[in-house]
């Protein structure tokens, strides 16, 4: 049988390149269902997905990751498609991203960036993404080096669990972070990256969708790993209070006085906060573990495309 398969395409603005977008991935991807979400364009978008011959949505609430959230909840494929409007990625990839994921009965393909041109990546972009996908791999275990790509092809399993928590662009790192936390398999597959053609501009900005992102890799990192989380803080709790009490502890045995009772009440202090840390990284382990269990079993809910 084959598959279904479903074109997402996330817009805002992008009347310059959104008809090319459309048609290129007709041409790849002859039979699939191309669907264009747009959020809330000011320019012609919309009238030009149309001409092209696109499916058009529309989401009100502001930012990708609200659209995603849009798209996940309804469309119906067996596989799905995302890429961005703005021409960067190559839609004669598309071909074979759904091939692998088919036969390596993967849940996510992510297409790992490869510059073609100078101009592809921003100043300071490339350097963020190591930096920010770098962050992903040390906290989650990540085997992804391109956690920031909008080019992603996903099973209908993974689609239908994937909770969309995140409103902006950080909703590529939730993409990643939710594979990576149920033990997903997933690949990437290195894609050409291309700049942007006249007349279109980029909607991330560099340091506040940056910082955005970064703090999303926090939040997730106290949320679903919150033992290592809070064990950090209580070894970093208990160094500080040790560097103050060891001195007033030699002061003790050498002199019999404590002459210093601000560091030993800091110390003190120090050490009730690293026992609490501690405790508190215990008791949210158990909330996080019950909560990913619940997540793996409404992945598990739902039937794998098998090809039959």
């Known amino acids: 049988m084959t598959p279904s398969v479903a074109v997402l395409i996330p817009c805002f603005n992008e009347q310059a390149t959104i008809e090319e977008v459309?048609?290129?991935?007709?041409?790849?991807?002859?039979g699939s269902r191309i669907c264009v979400f747009d959020n809330n364009s000011t320019d012609q978008t919309i009238q030009h997905a149309r001409d092209a011959g696109a499916e058009v949505w529309s989401?009100?609430?502001q930012g990708k990751g609200n659209v995603v959230r849009r798209m996940f909840a309804e469309?119906?494929?067996?596989?799905?498609?995302?890429?961005?409007?703005?021409?960067?990625?190559d839609a004669a990839s598309a071909p074979g991203m759904l091939q692998l994921i088919q036969d390596e009965k993967l849940d996510?393909?992510?297409?790992?960036?490869?510059?073609?041109?100078?101009?592809?990546?921003?100043?300071?972009?490339?350097?963020?993404?190591?930096?920010?996908?770098?962050?992903?791999?040390?906290?989650?275990?990540?085997?992804?080096?391109?956690?920031?790509?909008?080019?992603?092809?996903?099973?209908?399993?993974?689609?239908?669990s994937f909770p969309a928590m995140t409103e902006g662009f950080e909703i590529e790192t939730e993409l990643s972070v939710h594979a990576l936390q149920l033990r997903l398999p997933v690949d990437e597959?290195?894609?050409?990256?291309?700049?942007?053609?006249?007349?279109?501009?980029?909607?991330?900005?560099?340091?506040?969708?940056?910082?955005?992102?970064?703090?999303?890799?926090f939040r997730l990192f106290v949320l679903e790993k919150p033992f290592q989380f809070f064990l950090l803080l209580s070894i970093l709790f208990f160094l500080t209070a040790s560097a103050l009490f060891i001195p007033v502890l030699a002061e003790y045995f050498s002199t019999g006085l404590v002459s210093r009772y601000p560091s030993l009440i800091v110390a003190v202090g120090g050490y009730v906060m690293a026992l609490t840390s501690l405790i508190m990284g215990t008791l949210l382990y158990s909330t996080a573990t019950g909560r990913l269990e619940a997540k793996r079993l409404k992945y598990l809910e739902i039937e794998p495309f098998d090809g039959g």
């Open 75 to 89: 469309i119906e494929a067996d596989y799905y498609l995302m890429v961005d409007g703005d021409a960067t990625y």
């Open 59 to 61: 989401e009100k609430r």
């Open 22 to 30: 459309v048609m290129d991935f007709q041409k790849a991807l002859p």
């Open 108 to 160: 996510m393909v992510v297409a790992r960036r490869v510059s073609t041109e100078e101009e592809a990546y921003r100043s300071g972009h490339e350097f963020g993404n190591r930096l920010l996908s770098g962050a992903v791999g040390w906290i989650f275990g990540s085997q992804l080096s391109d956690i920031l790509s909008g080019y992603r092809v996903f099973s209908r399993r993974f689609v239908k």
């Open 189 to 217: 597959m290195p894609t050409p990256y291309f700049a942007r053609p006249a007349g279109s501009a980029s909607k991330l900005h560099t340091w506040a969708d940056g910082f955005r992102i970064l703090a999303t890799i």
